[in-house]
C-alpha cells in the first residue's frame, strides 16, 4: 500500500489537496490545520535537522521517534513530498527516506524545486538536498518551480501551486496501479545511473492517439535537458481497454527519442480515460 508523507509547508499543501492515504508533517501546527483528512505530526525542524545530518550509518530504528514509526506501520511504500529550500521539508525528506530504509519500507521522493526569484541561500540548499536525497532513496522526481510560468502563465501563484500538485499526483496514480514491493530492485536498477527524475504527460485521442501522447508527453517543460543523455525512463501507459500491440507501438516510439536510456515499462486500464490514452514518462537526468 502506498502512503504519503507531505512534509514542510509545500508538502502539507499537497497533502490538504489529495484523497490519498496520507500524514501531514509539519514544524508547525499551523501548516497542519488546512489537512482535516490526513494523520498529522509536528515535528520541529530543529529535531529533523540534527536525525539529517547525522550519519546515515549511525541512525538505527531505536534511535527514530516513536510518532514516527508508527506513521510508517502500515504501508508498504512511502512517497514523501516536500517544498527543497525549506529547513522542515529539505531535511525531513532528507531523514525520512532513512528512516524508510531502516524500517524496511520503501521510500519514492517528489519535490519541488525553487523559484529563481527565491533566495540563493534557499536554493542551494535545495541543490544540496536533492543530492543527499538522490543517495538515500529509491527514486528522486523533481520539479522546478520555474516551470510554472510555461505552464501556467499569469495565474496567482495559489492556484499554481494547485495545478502543479495534481500534476505531481501523477506519477504516484500511476505507480501505485503498476508498481508493488516485488518491483523495487528493478526500479532500482534502472534508476541507480539516474540522478532525480523529471516528469511529462500526454493525452492522445482519435487515430493517431499514440503519436499525440507521445509528442504531449516529451513537450513537458521539466524536460530542459538533453534527452539522449538521459541513462533511465519509467513509461506508464494507460488507456481503457490496454491494446497491447499499441503499447508495443508507444515504448518502440519512446526508444527512438530516448535511445540510451534503460527503459521500464508498466500498462494498466483507466476506465476514467473514455477513448484517450494516457503516456507518463519519468526521465532520468544524468547524474551530477
Ligand atoms: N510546488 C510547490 N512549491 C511550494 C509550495 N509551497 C512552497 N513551495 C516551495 O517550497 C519551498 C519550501 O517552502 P516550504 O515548504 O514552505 O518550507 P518548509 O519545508 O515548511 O520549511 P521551513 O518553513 O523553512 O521550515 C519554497 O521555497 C517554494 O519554492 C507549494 O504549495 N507547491
Ligand atoms: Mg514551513
Given at each position: 500500500m502506498f502512503k504519503i508523507f507531505g512534509i514542510g509547508g509545500a508538502g502539507c499543501n499537497f497533502v490538504a489537496g489529495t484523497k490519498l492515504p496520507s500524514v501531514a508533517i509539519g514544524s508547525t501546527a499551523a501548516d497542519l490545520e488546512r489537512?482535516?483528512?490526513?494523520?498529522?505530526?509536528?515535528?520541529?525542524?530543529?529535531?529533523?535537522?540534527n536525525f539529517a545530518l547525522t550519519d546515515p550509518s549511525m541512525l538505527s530504528k531505536n534511535i527514530i521517534p516513536q510518532q514516527i514509526r508508527d506513521k510508517f506501520e502500515e504501508c508498504e511504500i512511502s512517497i514523501l513530498i516536500?517544498?527543497?529550500?525549506?529547513?522542515?521539508?529539505?531535511?525531513?525528506?532528507?531523514?525520512?527516506?532513512?528512516?524508510?530504509?531502516?524500517l524496511g519500507k520503501n521510500a519514492l521522493c517528489i519535490s519541488s524545486l525553487p523559484f529563481s526569484v527565491e533566495s540563493e541561500t534557499r536554493r542551494?540548499?535545495?541543490?544540496?538536498?536533492?543530492?543527499?536525497?538522490?543517495?538515500?532513496?529509491?527514486?528522486?522526481?523533481?520539479?522546478?518551480?520555474?516551470?510554472?510560468?510555461?505552464?501556467?502563465?499569469?495565474?496567482?501563484?495559489?492556484?499554481?501551486?494547485?495545478?502543479?500538485?495534481?500534476?505531481?499526483?501523477?506519477?504516484?496514480?500511476?505507480?501505485?496501479?503498476?508498481?508493488?514491493?516485488?518491483?523495487?530492485?528493478?526500479?532500482?536498477?534502472?534508476?541507480?545511473?539516474?540522478?532525480?527524475?523529471?516528469?511529462?504527460v500526454g493525452l492522445g485521442r482519435g487515430t493517431y492517439r499514440d503519436r499525440n501522447a507521445i509528442r504531449e508527453a516529451f513537450e513537458s517543460p521539466w524536460f530542459d535537458f538533453d534527452l539522449k543523455s538521459s541513462p533511465s525512463a519509467f513509461a506508464i501507459i494507460s488507456s481503457h481497454p490496454v491494446d497491447e500491440k499499441e503499447v508495443e507501438d508507444v515504448v518502440g516510439?519512446?526508444?527512438?527519442?530516448?535511445?540510451n536510456s534503460k527503459l521500464?515499462?508498466?500498462?494498466?486500464?483507466?476506465?476514467?480515460?473514455g477513448d484517450r490514452?494516457?503516456?507518463?514518462l519519468l526521465i532520468g537526468k544524468p547524474k551530477l
Amino acid at each position: 500500500m502506498f502512503k504519503i508523507f507531505g512534509i514542510g509547508g509545500a508538502g502539507c499543501n499537497f497533502v490538504a489537496g489529495t484523497k490519498l492515504p496520507s500524514v501531514a508533517i509539519g514544524s508547525t501546527a499551523a501548516d497542519l490545520e488546512r489537512c482535516q483528512r490526513a494523520e498529522k505530526l509536528v515535528i520541529s525542524s530543529e529535531q529533523f535537522v540534527n536525525f539529517a545530518l547525522t550519519d546515515p550509518s549511525m541512525l538505527s530504528k531505536n534511535i527514530i521517534p516513536q510518532q514516527i514509526r508508527d506513521k510508517f506501520e502500515e504501508c508498504e511504500i512511502s512517497i514523501l513530498i516536500a517544498g527543497l529550500g525549506g529547513i522542515t521539508g529539505s531535511h525531513g525528506m532528507r531523514f525520512l527516506s532513512t528512516v524508510a530504509k531502516i524500517l524496511g519500507k520503501n521510500a519514492l521522493c517528489i519535490s519541488s524545486l525553487p523559484f529563481s526569484v527565491e533566495s540563493e541561500t534557499r536554493r542551494n540548499a535545495a541543490l544540496e538536498a536533492m543530492k543527499d536525497i538522490e543517495g538515500r532513496t529509491e527514486l528522486l522526481i523533481c520539479f522546478e518551480n520555474d516551470k510554472l510560468k510555461d505552464l501556467v502563465p499569469r495565474m496567482p501563484i495559489d492556484k499554481a501551486f494547485k495545478i502543479m500538485n495534481s500534476i505531481m499526483e501523477r506519477p504516484i496514480l500511476d505507480l501505485s496501479r503498476v508498481m508493488t514491493n516485488a518491483d523495487i530492485p528493478v526500479m532500482r536498477q534502472v534508476a541507480g545511473n539516474s540522478g532525480s527524475f523529471r516528469l511529462g504527460v500526454g493525452l492522445g485521442r482519435g487515430t493517431y492517439r499514440d503519436r499525440n501522447a507521445i509528442r504531449e508527453a516529451f513537450e513537458s517543460p521539466w524536460f530542459d535537458f538533453d534527452l539522449k543523455s538521459s541513462p533511465s525512463a519509467f513509461a506508464i501507459i494507460s488507456s481503457h481497454p490496454v491494446d497491447e500491440k499499441e503499447v508495443e507501438d508507444v515504448v518502440g516510439e519512446i526508444h527512438n527519442w530516448l535511445p540510451n536510456s534503460k527503459l521500464m515499462i508498466g500498462s494498466y486500464e483507466d476506465p476514467s480515460l473514455g477513448d484517450r490514452l494516457r503516456i507518463s514518462l519519468l526521465i532520468g537526468k544524468p547524474k551530477l
